[in-house]
């Protein structure tokens, strides 16, 4: 190992016997034994140089075995390096190399151990002080040798000595950031308590500067701060420069406030303004209520007094914004208070929105305080009048308003007028309303509580209608007049609601007509304007208790919207002319009547095409399938239908001309009343206005009937498609109308009967009988209703 003792590399010793024997040298030489010293000397030579090679051997052999056993043997190893102490060429050199290389390594070992315990302990100069000298000692003790000893402990003390001074270098470095850190801490934490002081004070002078005893306070408290900051600049916690700085500014504040104090105690703002002047009066005079202003130059106060005047502007403006917006909005509040006393005798809540004669009378002046009170009033008296209108009958209102009319040089007259004429206009307007939405009027007043029509099932649909009829009689007899079975617009929404379902209006027209029976005629007209088609089918099926249309349409419209029926349409305007064309002026006096029937024609067409596959544009060539459906659709909308072989109802033809006949009466019927007219039935009709001539009865059984309702028709003796039609008026001047069921009756009780007198003679007599309405008040049936003279039948001059 390294410390093992080594043997030198031994040579063999120059032998010192000579090469040649003596016995060799018998022969003398003359030379005087030159050659003998030249082979000496060379054979010396000789051995000189082979000792300086074995040298150079020994030397370079120790350097390469020390320096290996060096790098083997570092500080630290299980056996480190150690010099032989070998006197001898390749000893000393063994020595010297590996004593080199360790201690390089043990000074490199010694840096880094150095360093650590500089960074372990140098934040303690003391402690990295005993930690090196440990270090040290534990080095000379386990790594240092004797030979290495003086320069190894130089270069130790001289880098511990280093590091120690740098670590005490740092610490005094720390110790005085610390300081420093400690006093800026000290003395922002003073600075910021100072500010707070600042601000404490500030709010005393502006809370306490109008009070002088306040004054006097607060300027105690800013002598013991000026205190204060004096002793902190003597212990250096704060300069003197802060302490002078912080002493203005506390002037300052307290000056500040103490103006701020007083220009704030001043309750207006003109006040203020002037306070805010006087300023700089009180500055010129060298007031001592300025405080330290007294000793700044005028610009300053004139700063301060320009702000506040500026405040005071400001203040003023706010002022009159504010009473602006609060008289606006106390307008605002008169107006409801007033509106709500006359709907409802119950005005605002005076207390909570701040509605009071005293804020009344501050923004908008006594005048309006009064008006307003005596307005509230008569707003009072108004609704106590009209309260109970919306369920009076018209009647009532009218006598109410009669109650109130005030009486002429009374006192109060123009108010209680005015109160008259507001009611009034108020009635009148209440009766407008119920012209057109009386069952809403009377929701509105709580008389009622409307349901909508109900189609969801035939129960409900029952239910509601029967209570809507209800409902629609109690408000008749409230309001003593005749009322509408639909609200505004629920007509529309009805139709549109069976439109969407096509299948629910065979079921809404049944139930209608069985539920309200013959008072379902005017609940149908006033749907007839909106859903002409469910009107008039409801209509027929009410007139002749036959749904077979009612049901053909709700199957034709359920299969249109189910995209059922796919042929091909002609337009409305095609189908209508091939309608007009047949019927002529049948529908002149029944507009109305035409809308329906012909879109209640064209639904029964469109489903006899799909149906039964001929082509429905031929709907215009007479002859054609197409066009004999379309006129039979036409008839079963009209109202004609086939019965026991009679043909009832549906258009016929009256003198050349189409009228619609009642779908109880035969188609035959009206031409063969009006062929038989006589002078006695006319009698018994309402009376004709003839003027100056007699209209001979041959003219009336030839006049052209117009339609104007359910067996209902003009009768015009000239062409009614004419500019002069010549209709019949009564002798008041109105329309003069035949009601064919009446001329029905008149000839069902004609009767004429044959007298046997003397000498085999007879007369004939015919007279009307007495219906069974007169029957009570009228001679025997036997007996004639007048003399024979005057109801003798006159031949027939046609």
Excluded: C
């Amino acid at each position: 190992m390294a410390n093992q003792q080594r043997s030198p590399v031994g040579y063999r010793p120059f032998k010192t016997d000579p090469i040649l024997e003596d016995s060799l040298l018998s022969v003398p030489r003359n030379d005087g034994g030159e050659f003998e010293r030249r082979v000496a000397a060379g054979f010396q030579r000789a051995g000189l140089q082979f000792g300086e090679r074995a040298d150079r051997a020994a030397q370079t052999l120790g350097e390469l075995e020390g320096k290996r056993d060096a790098i083997e043997g570092a500080p630290g190893a299980e056996e480190e390096f150690r010099p032989t102490r070998r006197d001898s060429i390749r000893g000393r050199a063994y020595d010297k190399a590996g004593t080199q290389i360790y201690l390089e390594q043990l000074d490199q070992t010694m840096i880094n151990e150095q360093k650590a315990a500089y960074e372990k302990y140098g934040q303690s100069p003391e402690k990295l002080k005993d930690a090196l000298n440990a270090l040290r000692d534990d080095h000379m003790s386990k790594h240092v040798f004797e030979e290495i000893a003086p320069e190894y402990k130089l270069a130790f003390e001289s880098r511990a000595t280093k590091l120690y001074e740098a670590s005490k270098k740092a610490a005094a470095a720390r110790a005085r950031a610390a300081a420093a850190r400690a006093a800026a801490a000290s003395r922002a934490q003073y600075l910021e308590a100072q500010k707070e002081n600042m601000i404490d004070l500030q709010r005393q002078a502006m809370n306490m500067g109008a009070d002088p005893d306040g004054e006097s306070a607060i300027n105690d408290q800013l002598d013991l701060i000026r205190t204060d900051l004096q002793a902190a600049a003597a212990s250096g916690r704060i300069t003197q420069k802060q302490a002078e700085k912080l002493s203005e500014g506390a002037a300052l504040t307290v000056a500040r406030g103490t103006i701020q104090a007083k220009f704030d105690a001043a309750e207006t703002a003109d006040e203020k303004a002037a306070f805010a002047e006087d300023l700089k009066k009180a500055w010129l005079a060298d007031d001592e209520k300025l405080g330290i202003y007294r000793n700044m130059p005028f610009e300053d106060i004139e700063k301060v007094s320009a702000g506040l005047q500026r405040d005071a502007e400001q203040l003023r403006l706010a002022e009159k914004q504010e009473n602006q917006a609060r008289a606006s909005e106390l307008e605002d509040l008169i107006a409801d208070d007033v509106a709500s006393m006359g709907a409802t005798g119950q005005g605002v809540d005076l207390e909570e929105s701040g509605l009071t004669p005293e804020n009344v009378e501050r923004y908008l002046g006594p005048e309006v305080a009064r008006e307003w009170q005596e307005t509230r009033s008569d707003a009072g008296r108004f609704y106590d009048v009209t309260a109970a209108m919306p369920s009076e009958s018209a009647l009532d209102i009218a006598e109410r308003l009669e109650s109130l009319r005030p009486e002429p040089g009374a006192a109060g007259f123009v108010r209680q007028q005015q109160t008259y004429e507001a009611a009034r206009e108020h009635a009148k307007a209440l009766l407008e309303e119920r012209a057109v939405d009386p069952l809403g009027q009377a929701e509105r007043a709580g008389m009622v509580k409307l349901a909508p029509i109900d189609l969801s099932e035939p129960d409900a649909l029952v239910s509601s209608i029967a209570g809507r009829q209800s409902q629609r009689r109690q408000v008749e007899r409230a309001y003593g007049q005749a009322v509408p079975f639909f609200r505004p617009g629920e007509q529309e929404r009805l139709s549109s609601a069976l439109l969407q379902n096509p299948a629910a209006i065979a079921g809404f027209s049944q139930m209608l007509v069985n539920t309200l029976g013959p008072q379902a005629i005017p609940v149908l007209s006033e749907l007839s304007d909106a859903a002409p088609v469910v009107a008039h089918t409801a209509g027929m099926a009410q007139a002749t208790g036959d749904m077979s249309v009612a049901a053909d349409v709700a199957e034709a419209l359920q299969f249109r919207r189910d995209k059922v029926y796919t042929v091909k349409m002609p337009d409305q305007a095609t189908q209508t002319q091939a309608a007009l064309a047949e019927v002529g002026p049948a529908f002149l006096g029944s507009p109305r009547l035409q809308t329906a029937v012909l879109q209640t024609a064209n639904i029964l067409f469109e489903k006899a095409a799909n149906e039964q596959g001929f082509d429905p544009a031929d709907v215009d060539e007479p002859g054609t399938p197409a066009n004999e459906a379309y006129l039979k659709a036409l008839d079963r909308a009209a109202g004609g239908r086939r019965i026991g072989g009679r043909d009832l109802g549906g258009f016929a033809e009256v003198n050349g001309q189409k009228i619609i006949v009642p779908p109880d009466l035969e188609k035959s019927a009206p031409q063969d009343l009006l062929d038989n007219l006589t002078e006695l039935q006319l009698e018994a009709l309402p009376p004709i206005q003839t003027g100056d001539f007699d209209i001979p009865i041959r003219r009336l059984r030839n006049a052209q009937l117009v339609g104007v309702g359910d067996g209902l028709y003009r009768m015009a003796l000239g062409d009614p498609l004419s500019d002069d039609p010549q209709y019949l008026v009564t002798p008041e001047g109105d329309a003069w109308v035949l009601d064919i069921r009446q001329l029905a009756d008149i000839e069902a009780r004609t009767v004429t009967t044959i007298e046997r007198t003397s000498r085999n003679r007879s007369t004939r007599q015919t007279v009307i009988l007495p219906s069974a309405s007169e029957a009570g008040d009228q001679p025997p049936a036997s007996q004639p209703l007048a003399p024979a003279a005057a109801r003798r039948a006159r031949r027939d001059d046609r």
